[in-house]
Nanobody, 116 residues
Framework: QAQLVESGGGLVQAGGSLTLSCAAVGRSFSSYTMRWFRQAPGKEREFVAQITWTGGSIKYADSVKGRFTNSRDNAKYTIYLHMNNLKPEDTAVYYC?????????WGQGTQVTVSS
């Protein structure tokens, strides 16, 4: 019954910004580690960013360090990925993930397209 609902994707020019949202619906994911992944057509899914609901364990892929920033709003059961200075190579479907041992949930994905 639990769901991760993503939003915020769209089309943006290189150098622009977007903020993705991932809302936990139906249950609390407070004990889960939250991560963002992305996958471009024909490529492997790759890790992008990580955060916990306490604001700890923050990690970023080297490719997005200094450009992407995690944040959270526990009252809204939502995490955010603030993406700045977007590049064409950031174009992908972005997925939200909640992970706790053998329990794992994925969002439906949201498309981010960055034009040159």
């Amino acid at each position: 019954q639990a769901q991760l609902v993503e939003s915020g994707g769209g089309l943006v020019q290189a150098g622009g910004s977007l903020t993705l949202s991932c809302a936990a619906v139906g249950r609390s994911f407070s004990s889960y580690t939250m991560r963002w992944f992305r996958q471009a057509p024909g490529k492997e899914r790759e890790f992008v960013a990580q955060i916990t609901w306490t604001g700890g364990s923050i990690k970023y892929a080297d490719s997005v360090k200094g450009r992407f920033t995690n944040s959270r709003d526990n009252a809204k059961y939502t995490i955010y990925l603030h993406m700045n200075n977007l590049k064409p190579e950031d174009t992908a479907v972005y997925y939200c993930n909640a992970d706790r041992a053998e329990y794992e949930h994925w969002g439906q994905g949201t498309q981010v397209t960055v034009s040159s």
